[in-house]
């Protein structure tokens, strides 16, 4: 069967970095928002995050994806629009194709590059399906071609990326998701639990130091592509777990006092301050169930590891 490929480009205009940096940096608390690390080194890094012995969620995912793919299947029914925010690299939902057989799949990311290159993978590999990639930020809307197949949808959101929202934003977010996807469409998304601190803290602090290289990137696309006079090697990762607000946390930590210029700006750093660059909320079953009830979108089954690292949530709106 001959392979079917269509590319539409939302992304927003590279400007938004840049005043994504001046409004960040010009806060008293700074921070960027995390979509940013998301350039092609940036997806490439976050690829080999995944493959970390410490980084669990991807392994207990796919195990859970993979050994309920048929009742996943047996659930939502075949013949869907398979839609993935977020698809970056899209190994996950390699598990489903064949269960699922959807009537196309819309694979959507920031990273244009990246996602032409992962999209073109998939075809090479399921030649059978239609593929149409959506290059857009996502956190702001999520929009389906024309060109694309009207039947019921399933929206997949894998790897706790709902956790990087704040739970407000969340919700917000999940509201748009049962928007898109209309009545009778479906949900199927990973969310990480709550876990002792040390778990957490080892997952985001890998001895090879990828997610370290990760958040450093964010530095590096700032000094290449908005011209600021960024060096990264004066700044260190940190990344912990805050029990309070059950988040993981991570910062760019300032080496040193010191200046950096943008666009006539100036932005003052001292030694110990921090740039706040990704929050990963983590919620037990009840949290998000209940959170997803106030979406609009009601559960159909859920899945969890034997040690309840993590969960698949299936939901319908």
């Given amino acids: 069967m001959s392979k079917t490929i269509t590319?539409?480009?939302y992304q927003p205009q590279i400007e938004s970095l840049k005043n994504a940096v001046i409004a960040g940096l010009s806060k008293t608390a700074k921070s960027i928002p995390p979509k940013y690390f998301y350039d092609e080194r940036g997806s490439k890094l976050f690829s080999e995050i995944c493959?970390?012995?410490?980084?669990?969620?991807?392994?207990?995912e796919r195990t859970i994806l993979s050994n309920n793919s048929d009742e996943i299947a047996y659930l939502t029914g075949t013949d869907r629009?398979?839609?993935?925010?977020?698809?970056?690299?899209?190994?996950?939902?390699?598990?489903l194709l064949e269960p699922l057989q959807p009537s196309a799949y819309l694979p959507m990311d920031i990273s244009c590059e990246?996602?032409?290159?992962?999209?073109?993978?998939?075809?090479?590999?399921?030649?059978?399906?239609?593929?149409?990639?959506?290059?857009?930020d996502f956190t702001h809307s999520i929009p389906l071609p024309e060109a694309a197949p009207d039947s019921h949808k399933l929206a997949f959101f894998p790897g706790s990326s709902i956790g990087n929202f704040t739970p407000h934003d969340a919700r917000a977010f999940l509201d748009m998701v049962r928007k898109t996807i209309n009545p009778g469409g479906m949900l199927l998304i990973g969310v990480d639990t709550k876990k002792p601190t040390g778990i957490l803290n080892a997952a985001y602090n890998d001895a090879a130091g990828i997610t370290a290289a990760f958040n450093l990137n964010l530095l590096h696309r700032i000094r290449d592509e908005t011209e600021a006079d960024c060096n990264p090697e004066n700044f260190e990762h940190q990344a912990f777990y805050n029990q309070q607000l059950g988040r993981i946390e991570m910062h760019l930590i300032s080496r040193c006092r010191q200046t950096l210029h943008l666009n006539g700006d100036e932005f003052l750093l001292d030694e110990g301050e921090s740039i706040h660059t990704e929050n990963s909320y983590k919620y037990s079953p009840e949290e998000f169930i209940a959170l997803a009830n106030k979406a609009g979108l009601h559960l159909v089954q859920h899945w969890l590891d034997e040690e309840a690292l993590f969960a698949v949530y299936l939901l319908k709106s």
């Fill in 81 to 95: 629009l398979v839609l993935e925010p977020g698809a970056g690299s899209a190994t996950k939902i390699r598990l």
């Fill in 7 to 9: 590319f539409h480009d």
């Fill in 114 to 136: 990246y996602l032409r290159y992962s999209a073109a993978e998939i075809v090479d590999d399921f030649p059978w399906l239609p593929v149409h990639a959506v290059c857009v």
């Fill in 51 to 60: 493959e970390q012995p410490e980084y669990y969620p991807p392994m207990i």
